[in-house]
């Protein structure tokens, strides 16, 4: 139990488009998803909270414009790197909690998304 | 002072030791501790979670968790090749929505 996917794996684009990343809680609902980027060899940085049926809550110093989160329904968020540029290149990561899972607050996480934007 | 603290490594262990890895955190409240796999190029793996002082056990692995220190630990016995990865402690606050995670700690088995 737990799973959590993400599409894509992995995304190569060119400079100015936008990319979007799709996070799903496979055999669960997932009122609250986690989006993380993590850059080379550094620690994860928590980008924003993404709520059902509301607005995603955004750490301090993410611009909100720049990274869209929807979350739409109990299984999917998706998060949208708009007018993306070569620095936006990471590794993006969702996570989930699953209520009704053995353990409080233990979160899983996708496979995550390799971004390269050239 | 940063909330979750693990000292970055790399630890070098031969293979079958024991691999001892230390994580401390500062919100004394804190009720709900993790400690997550991850390996070169791929997400986080949930190994281990422990929320009441003392020993949790779990095949190679145990977790020790002391709130009055505010101390976490993993040690993984007999320890393998295929251990060698980075290791992050996760602290769940008091009142915490967000988990928050040390910056990992690099662990290397040596055949």
């Known amino acids: 139990g737990a799973v959590v996917s993400q599409h894509p794996s992995r995304v190569i684009c060119k400079s100015g488009t936008s990319v979007k990343i799709e996070c799903r809680s496979l055999?669960?609902?997932?009122?609250?998803m986690f989006w993380y980027r993590q850059f080379p060899k550094q620690s994860l940085m928590l980008m924003a909270t993404s709520n059902e049926g509301s607005k995603a809550t955004y750490e301090q110093g993410v611009e909100k414009d720049k990274f869209l989160i929807n979350h739409a329904s109990l299984t999917l968020s998706t998060l949208t790197v708009t007018s993306a540029h070569p620095e936006d290149s990471s590794f993006y990561i969702c996570?989930?909690?699953?209520?009704?899972?053995?353990?409080?607050?233990?979160?899983?996480f996708g496979p995550g998304t390799r971004l390269t934007v050239l | 002072q940063k909330e979750v603290e693990q000292n970055s490594g790399p630890l070098s262990v031969p293979e079958g030791a024991i691999a001892s890895l230390n994580c401390t955190y500062s919100d004394r409240g804190s009720q709900s501790f993790f400690w997550y796999r991850q390996y070169s190029g791929k997400s986080p793996e949930l190994i281990m979670s422990i929320y009441s002082n003392g020993d949790k056990e779990d095949g190679r692995f145990t977790a020790q968790l002391n709130k009055a220190s505010q101390y976490v630990s993993l040690l993984i016995r007999d320890s393998q090749p295929s251990d060698s990865a980075t290791y992050l402690c996760?602290?769940?606050?008091?009142?915490?929505?967000?988990?928050?995670f040390g910056a990992g700690t690099r662990l290397f088995v040596k055949a």
């Open positions: 996570s989930a909690r699953d209520p009704q899972g053995r353990g409080d607050n233990e979160q899983f």
């Open positions: 996760a602290v769940t606050p008091t009142g915490g929505f967000k988990t928050i």
């Open positions: 055999d669960f609902q997932a009122t609250t």
